[in-house]
């Protein structure tokens, strides 16, 4: 059975959490609308994915909407002493699935009582504020957000703060309030343009977590991918994550999957070895879109 420690841990607030974790957001409907496609299958990945070592769980209110937590309080509570659920605040769902921004003071405060009630939960292990829009983040300012989700931290509501599609200098306007414990940012091989924040954010110790990890590459960059993926004996997401591990050591992952074959390929990544000459050719899949 793959064991996720094989892949190291890092200190998220408080508490130490292996690398390799769980995203829930596919256990929703198509789109992350709706109900999942198998109810029993979603139960069954997430006590997998708990009994293979994961004890870091990435959720929201907006999944669904609704429709993650619910999954993850049914099929783990109570709660094992060591597992971390993250979860995000900041947008809402309309009725024909849009996904709208919800940064108000208000919005906030009743996110928050959401997630407590959904996940079953007295306080929240972590709770990140996303920001931004589709296309990445924007810069405008995040005082009264952040303010009132630091309201609710000193009301020993959430434990812990982080950050999701900002900018380096959002990332600071909040630790001018509040202490911040991780950012979740689009990053992968392709896609680079956190190559320094990473680097500062380590130098801060605070965790890193990319999402989309095979997202926004182009037909040359898949191939080149696919082509180590081959020589490997793995697959491109396997590669992919394997590469992320090697980053940055306050990198955490949370590859996300509805299927139990699909949760184990990507478990496995963490035992992915990856050669000298091989992460110079996962490099090079990203050189031309740093930015």
């Known amino acids: ?167 380096a200098a959002q990332l600071e306007q909040a630790r001018a309030i509040a202490p911040v414990v991780c950012v979740q940012n689009l990053f992968n091989i392709a896609r680079r343009a956190d190559d320094a924040f990473i680097d500062q954010l380590a130098g801060q110790g605070i965790a890193y977590v990319p999402f989309f990890p095979l997202g926004g590459f182009v037909p040359v960059q898949s191939a080149a991918l696919s082509e180590v993926a081959t020589g490997l004996g793995a697959t491109p997401m396997q590669v992919a994550l394997a590469w992320l591990l090697r980053r940055a050591p306050n990198i955490l992952l949370i590859p996300g999957t509805s299927s139990l074959a699909h949760l184990r390929e990507n478990l496995a990544a963490s035992e992915i070895a990856l050669s000298a000459a091989v992460l110079a050719e996962l490099d090079a899949i990203g050189a031309a879109t740093v930015r």
């Open 1 to 167: 059975m793959t064991d996720t420690t094989t892949a190291g841990a890092f200190r998220l607030g408080d508490r130490s959490v292996n690398r390799m974790g769980y995203g829930a957001m596919q256990l929703a409907g198509p789109g992350v609308f709706g109900p999942p496609k198998d109810h029993d299958a979603a139960l069954a990945v997430l006590r997998e994915a708990v009994a293979r070592g994961v004890n870091h769980i990435d959720t929201s209110d907006f999944y669904g909407p609704y429709v993650t937590n619910k999954l993850i309080s049914e099929a783990l509570h109570p709660y094992p002493d060591d597992l971390v659920i993250v979860t995000k605040v900041g947008a809402f769902r309309g009725d024909d699935a849009s996904w709208n921004p919800a940064l108000a003071p208000a919005d906030i405060v009743k996110a928050v009582h959401d997630n407590l009630g959904h996940l079953g939960l007295d306080a929240l292990d972590v709770v990140n504020l996303r920001v931004g829009g589709i296309e990445g983040p924007v810069e405008a300012s995040i005082e009264a957000p952040f303010t009132a989700l630091a309201e609710l931290q000193r009301q020993g509501l959430i434990r812990h703060l982080g950050l999701s599609n900002v900018t």
